[in-house]
C-alpha cells in the first residue's frame, strides 16, 4: 500500500459506545495529524504528533483520545461521542512541517 | 475576521473556461500556501504549493500570490467538468507552523 490508509472508512456508533479510528501512513513521514471536517465549516485541526510526541491539542473534548504507537500509526480513540461529532475524520501525515497529505477519512456517524 | 476566507460559491464555468479561485488570508507572516482539490465524499489532495510572489505554473494550473496584498488564487485553464470539486486554500501560519485552512469553493463546470 501506498500513501496514507484510515480504517473504518465509515463507522456508525451510539453514544455510549466506544471505537477507534486507524490511520497509517507508508511515506516515511515523521509527523502525523487528526483534523476534523463538518458540513460547510473549514478542516479543524484536532492533534498534531511530530516525532511520536504530541504537539498540539487544539481544545479538543476529553472524549477524543489519540495514540501514536510510532511514526507510521495514528490512532483516535473515541467514547461517549455526541452528535454534533459526526463528521469526517481525515488522518495526514507530512515530513516536519512540510506539505500534508490526507488519508480517505472516516464518515463518522453519532446516533 | 476569518483567518482564511474563500468564496464558498458555487463557481459556475462553461467547459473549456478559465475558472478562478481566490482566497485571502489575515496572517501578514504567512509564507506558505497550498491548494487542495476536495471531490465529494473524498480527502483533501494537494494540487499545488506556492512560496514566492508572482505565479506558479503546473499544467492547466497556475497558483498566483500577491503578500502585500495577502492574496492567493488558482486559475485552472481549459477547465473540465472532472474539476468540479471543492478548492481548499490552506495558509501556514507564521506563530505556530499549522496549516490554517478556508471553508473552500465549491466549482461546477458545466458540459
Known sequence: ?111 | QKEVEQNSGPLSVPEGAIASLNCTYSDRGSQSFFWYRQYSGKSPELIMSIYSNGDKEDGRFTAQLNKASQYVSLLIRDSQPSDSATYLCAARSSNTGKLIFGQGTTLQVKP
Open chain 1, 1 to 111: 500500500e501506498t500513501g496514507v490508509t484510515q480504517t473504518p472508512r465509515h463507522l456508525v456508533m451510539g453514544m455510549t459506545n466506544k471505537k477507534s479510528l486507524k490511520c497509517e501512513q507508508h511515506l516515511g513521514h515523521n509527523a502525523m495529524y487528526w483534523y476534523k471536517q463538518s458540513a460547510k465549516k473549514p478542516l479543524e485541526l484536532m492533534f498534531v504528533y511530530s516525532l511520536e510526541e504530541r504537539v498540539e491539542n487544539n481544545s479538543v473534548p476529553s472524549r477524543f483520545s489519540p495514540e501514536c504507537p510510532n511514526s507510521s500509526h495514528l490512532f483516535l480513540h473515541l467514547h461517549t461521542l455526541q452528535p454534533e461529532d459526526s463528521a469526517l475524520y481525515l488522518c495526514a501525515s507530512s515530513q516536519m512541517a512540510d506539505t500534508q497529505y490526507f488519508g480517505p477519512g472516516t464518515r463518522l456517524t453519532v446516533l
